[in-house]
């Protein structure tokens, strides 16, 4: 059979049969996906093995493959798509639509062609920002789990801590409870206009969740659970809320406290602080509550302990009175 007469011969079984056009699956060469959305495995003598689009000439279904949803295939016809334009039009649709890509971290827009329900051609066009489309779907993405989106942003961790340690303290402020539908209304915020998650935390998740209090709430956040309180040295350090309702941690060396005679309170002298009193390598040499106590009776043993090691560092015998020094490498604070 020449080419020519070959070529008809495929047209008119397209023609035939449209409700059989099968797009191979990219991931199996051997298997395909049948307009209507069935599934297809082409038999071993089936000679069909590189055209992208088929016609699945005699589907029939086999005990082994009811199971799987899928039919055996051994009589398939390779068709172009240019064919599906030409031969039956009214059955093409064509429209865009937007994808969150995982990899990259960003919605793609896509270009489909779509033959009877089943898409035979899909072609991206780039990244789309600013469009309702994009943003629905990172939005779509992102919400399937909400809480991580937040546990990637450090501002929002931080935020949300603090929110928790004042509910349970304070109660009588009313604070919001930040549940997951809360969480979700703010990421839709973030979502608007975005096409990125970079985008999303561009937006400030943080700044989000704080505009959901009120001026009163505000006030309160920054006075009883501050982010960082100042220490003796003169350096503001930063406190480590937890959402779990432990202590708030403050982290110093201990050169820095010299001269601090009680153990801070949060939120409105209710709660104290869990210092963690460090060493120059910034390892803990002791945690407490009472700083007062420490002081008084532990304080000795450590300057024992460390004055030799590190004798660059102030140890001196009377910490009441000493001054208070932000000495060695820095960490970072606020």
């Not at 397209?14 to 991931?27: E, G, Q």
């Not at 493959?65 to 039956?88: C, F, K, T």
């Not at 975005?194 to 935390?201: K, M």
């Not at 708030?248 to 001269?259: D, K, M, V």
Request: net charge positive.
């Amino acid at each position: 059979m020449n080419r020519e007469r070959e070529t008809a011969l495929r047209k008119i079984l397209l023609t035939a049969y449209p409700d059989r056009v099968t797009l191979r699956r990219a991931n199996d060469p051997a298997r395909g996906l049948m307009v209507g959305g069935r599934g297809v495995v082409l038999e071993p003598s089936c000679v069909v093995r590189q055209a992208p689009l088929f016609l699945s000439i005699d589907p029939r279904d086999t005990a082994a493959m009811a199971g799987a949803g899928e039919a055996r295939v051994s009589l398939a016809s390779a068709i172009d798509e240019a064919w599906l334009e030409e031969l039956l039009p009214h059955l093409i649709e064509r429209r865009t639509m937007h994808r969150f890509d995982e990899t990259r971290g960003k919605v793609m827009r896509l270009r489909q062609t779509i033959f009877a329900g089943l898409v035979v051609r899909e072609e991206e066009s780039g990244a789309r920002g600013g469009h309702e489309g994009a943003s629905e779907a990172l939005f779509e993405t992102l919400q399937r789990d909400v809480e991580a989106v937040f546990k990637n942003d450090e501002s929002a961790v931080r935020l949300l801590a603090r929110l928790s340690f004042l509910r349970r303290q304070m109660p009588e402020l009313g604070w919001p409870e930040m549940n997951h539908d809360d969480l979700e209304e703010i990421l839709r915020e973030a979502c608007a206009g975005a096409a990125s998650l970079a985008q999303v935390h561009a937006h400030g998740l943080a700044r989000l969740i704080e505009s959901r209090l009120s001026w009163k709430q505000r006030a309160a956040l920054d006075q009883h659970a501050p982010e960082a309180v100042a220490v003796p040295s003169g350096s503001r350090i930063r406190l480590q809320y937890a959402d779990d309702g432990a202590a708030p941690i403050l982290a110093a060396r201990l050169q820095e406290l010299f001269g601090w005679a009680e153990t801070p309170r949060l939120a409105a002298g209710r709660a104290p602080v869990l210092l963690h009193l460090l060493g120059p390598n910034y390892r803990p040499v002791q945690v407490t509550m009472d700083l007062k106590n420490f002081w008084n009776t532990t304080y000795a043993e450590v300057r024992k302990n460390l004055r030799a090691r590190y004798p660059k560092h102030p140890w001196p015998e009377d910490p009441w009175n000493a001054p208070a020094a932000a000495v060695g490498r820095r960490r970072r604070r606020e």
